[in-house]
């Protein structure tokens, strides 16, 4: 198999200056663009494909280099290159084969013009220039729908994202085609995984229900990582970030490259520390990755394990709204219904937006997960391709709280009787503790036969088992009773098996039009036994059985231009807290159903004239329209580990558009990227229901209309990228600009019970160098929130009727940092 290269105005000469290159990458059989391809200068990452598949190298130094494009399920490129004073314009197109990548399991489940979904794809070094030690959500906020917030309010430690207004219980993470989500909460909690950013080399972010994947069904996204990326020549990188609040990101990364052409290893450290922007919300991170492989011409073996251990203060309580507004009388009422002590009141005057609601020392959260992942992909004959892995997940850890006056009943403790005197409640400290463990199989057989590139088909399935044991312990208590160290005053274990088949197909029915179709079978089995923390016993059996069929079309307009439509089912069941922390009264949660229309138009033009040749054009409109049976929504409302409750709403619906466009121009020396969603998102006949002060149910709201919680209406993101000094290459500046409209806190759509709209202004500032001594250096700058807004990005709300029979509302926030910065220097050897 040979890769076709069309050169077009390149010198042979020796030239004597430097000058740009561009040019655009493409499928030589489908004409299809390839986004996110690699492209290597001399062995070093010079940038990545846009969506168009257009790439550019501001100035190549005169004299020989070596161009180097790769792509995932493709061959490589190599090229010789002369540097020359001129602009040089550069067509190749890639033919697919080559030595396999590995990445067989993690492209079953990716979309692409094809499949008729809306997605977005990032590359290595897309993610490597917003990467300054920030969670993977915070390098993800200019993609579409995309809202994320922080709970020590700087983007380290606990963090989340929302799309569509879908919070991440409603997202499907892989990584490498094994699910990350856990397997009773559906979240997944990237805090366990520091600077995983560090080490993917491709991500994909599809919006709606998308492909079948792997592990719990998208309600909103799908995230697809891949780590899978083989790099053939040997490497070693650090990088080193610090900034305000005292965070220190240090990170080293190396590889041996292909040695004896068959054997690699890929390692990396990385530790991340930082105080937080609220008080008492420090983090300490660590992780490694590690992975090594044996590949042939048809087989490739590579074993992976990757492990993040993470201390953070607690910082899920969030500040009481008079903390954010000052309001006195507001406070009082706090203070007069125990919602604060009068000490915490003092405090949280002084404290003010960066208050915590813990004194205690070691209020912290502890835990550490070790993946394991053993990788086969192997070519059969010229048409298949097997991928196939085995993995299992390790996770141990607890949280520990100081506990004031709690009665000793609640702990599984006799009241202690001194004389006269019964000894009732007691100041304690627990730990509360998850020991599990989540293993399978998975695989995807893919036939692409290369004699016919109108059709593609993969048949794919995995089986999962995750084991879980909760329970809890107290390590210290003034009046300690009968009570041992570490006295177990409740255990339940968990136990959930997930299985699922599917087969997808794309064909090219007529020169123009293709259509798709994508059929899952799901099996879900989840058993509780035991007792919780509040001593109720929650045992549970719930099976699921779901068939989820996807079809869609694309019709091709002109070259780079293309409409297409899709109609997908997804359905999921519920999580654990959907089960176990149930108000009285609910008669048990119900598997959420969602239809998913998607339709849209891309527009993807290289080589365009934009205040020179060499620029770029992409734009597109997807129009969706999410219609939901017993969707599970937010009620508002957390349980004592910050969890949301939800509640079933029997029907809802999420509509809305999103505009995505890009341009290059002066040779990618500027460009503008921006995305736009309009989105209606509503509860049809929702019934509001207030609770007393046991949180017993006693009224219910006529039934009503009503915005989804979470859900802002409007959200928009835009990235303006220049080279300020056309004499400085390696000088690029950036402002990144994003907005959200106002969210509700709860579904009741109460001004009173609202998150704020605001708008965020960022300013990235990097400078390349490569001297004579190493590949590269680079130095960085991130000015975060760079006009000082002080805004809130999450909350949760609860209330009941006060003395008068009036309803009260208690509003908490999650306050993010005003002003603040990263520096960086990052060195390639």
Do not use: C
Request: proline share 4%.
């Amino acid at each position: 198999m040979t890769t076709g290269l069309a050169l077009l105005g390149l010198s042979s000469g020796v030239a004597w200056a430097q000058g740009p290159v561009a040019g655009t990458l493409t499928d030589a059989r489908t004409g299809q663009p390839l986004p996110g391809a690699t492209v290597l200068l001399d062995g070093t990452p010079s940038g990545a494909t846009d969506a168009a598949g257009g790439f550019s190298l501001p100035a190549v130094p005169a004299g020989s280099h070596e161009l180097r494009i790769t792509f995932v399920g493709y061959e490589p490129f190599a090229q010789t290159l002369q540097g020359q004073a001129g602009a040089q314009r550069l067509a190749a197109r890639l033919q697919p084969g080559g030595v396999l990548t590995g990445d067989a399991l993690v492209t079953a489940q990716r979309a692409s013009d094809r499949t008729a979904t809306a997605y977005t794809n990032l590359g290595k070094q897309e993610l490597a220039k917003r990467n300054f030690g920030q969670d993977l959500p915070y390098l993800l906020d200019q993609t579409p729908s995309v809202v994320v917030t922080s709970d020590a309010g700087a983007g380290v430690g606990y963090t989340d994202i929302r799309i569509r207004g879908t919070s991440n219980t409603g997202i499907n993470m892989t990584v490498n085609g094994i699910p990350l989500n856990d397997a009773e909460s559906h979240g997944s909690f990237l805090v366990n995984l520091p600077d995983l950013a560090s080490s993917i080399s491709s991500l994909q972010v599809q919006r709606g229900v998308g492909t079948s994947q792997n592990g719990g069904a998208a309600f909103g996204a799908s995230l697809n990582i891949s780590t899978l990326d083989n790099r053939r020549e040997a490497y070693g990188e650090t990088s080193n970030s610090f900034g305000s609040f005292n965070t220190w990101k240090n990170t080293v990364q190396f590889g041996t490259g292909l040695l004896g052409q068959h054997f690699m290893v890929d390692g990396r450290l990385s530790r991340i520390n930082t105080d937080g922007y609220m008080n008492r919300a420090a983090s300490d991170l660590k992780s490694y990755y590690l992975a090594a492989g044996y590949q042939a011409k048809n087989t490739l073996v590579k074993f992976i394990t990757f492990s993040g251990r993470e201390k953070s203060y607690q910082a899920w309580n969030g500040v009481p709204e008079p903390g954010i507004t000052g309001d006195a009388a507001l406070l009082q009422q706090f203070i007069d219904n125990g919602e604060l002590s009068p000490d915490d009141a003092d405090r949280l005057r002084r404290e003010g937006r960066r208050y915590s609601s813990y004194t205690y020392d070691n209020q912290t959260d502890n835990y550490q997960q070790n993946h394991y992942q053993l990788h086969l992909s192997q070519g059969l004959g010229d048409d298949w391709s097997l991928g196939a892995a085995l993995h299992l997940t390790r996770g141990l850890g607890y949280y520990e709280s100081f506990r004031a006056n709690r009665k000793l009943a609640n702990y599984q403790l006799p009241n202690i009787t001194l004389g006269d005197t019964t000894i009732k409640r007691t100041d304690l400290i627990d730990r509360k503790y998850l020991d599990n463990y989540f293993y399978g199989g998975t695989f995807a057989l893919n036939y692409q036969p290369k004699s016919n590139d109108r059709l593609q088909a993969t048949v794919g399935g995995a089986w999962n088992r995750f084991i879980n044991d909760h329970y809890g312990e107290v390590i210290w208590a003034r009046f300690a009773s009968t009570g041992n160290i570490r006295h177990r005053y409740y255990f339940n274990d968990a136990t959930k098996t997930d299985y699922n088949a599917y087969a997808r197909a794309t064909w090219q029915l007529l020169p123009k039009l293709g259509v798709y179709a994508d059929v899952q079978l799901r099996h879900i089995e989840y058993n509780i036994d035991g007792l919780e923390d509040d001593q109720n016993d929650v045992r549970t059996r719930a099976r699921y059985t779901f068939f989820n069929p996807k079809a869609g079309a694309t019709f091709a307009l002109s070259e780079g231009q293309q409409l297409y439509a899709s109609f997908a089912v997804g359905q999921r069941e519920p999580v654990r807290s959907d089960f176990t922390d149930r108000p009285a009264g609910d008669q048990g949660a119900k598997a959420e159903r969602l239809h998913d229309l998607e339709a849209g138009y891309r527009l993807r033009q290289a080589d365009v004239n934009l205040l020179g040749p060499g620029g770029s054009v992409s734009f597109e409109a997807n129009y969706f329209y999410m219609n939901y049976r017993n969707q599970l929504v937010a009620t508002g409302q957390l349980n004592d580990v910050g969890t949301a409750l939800r509640t079933n709403a029997p029907r809802s619906y999420r509509t809305g558009l999103e505009l995505t466009g890009a341009a290059a121009a002066l040779q990618n020396r500027l460009s503008l990227s921006s995305t736009l969603t309009l989105s209606r998102n509503r509860i049809l006949d929702y019934r509001a229901v207030t609770y007393d002060a046991d949180y017993n149910p006693i009224t219910a709201a006529e039934a009503r209309t009503t915005t989804i919680s979470y859900s802002p209406s409007v959200v928009s993101a835009h990235t303006l990228e220049a080279q300020p000094l056309a004499a400085v290459p390696g000088l690029r500046a950036a402002l990144l600009y994003k907005t959200v409209s106002r969210q509700y806190l709860d579904n009741s759509t109460s001004q009173d019970r609202r998150i704020q709209p605001y708008q965020v202004l960022d300013f990235r500032l990097r400078y390349t160098i490569r001297p004579a001594f190493m590949k590269e250096i680079e130095l960085g700058l991130l000015v975060n929130n760079v006009l000082d807004r002080r805004y809130a990005a999450n909350g949760y709300t609860y209330g009941y009727p006060g003395a008068d029979g009036r309803p009260q509302t208690f509003n908490w926030y999650f306050p993010q940092a005003t002003r603040n910065f990263l520096v960086s220097v990052g060195a390639k050897l």
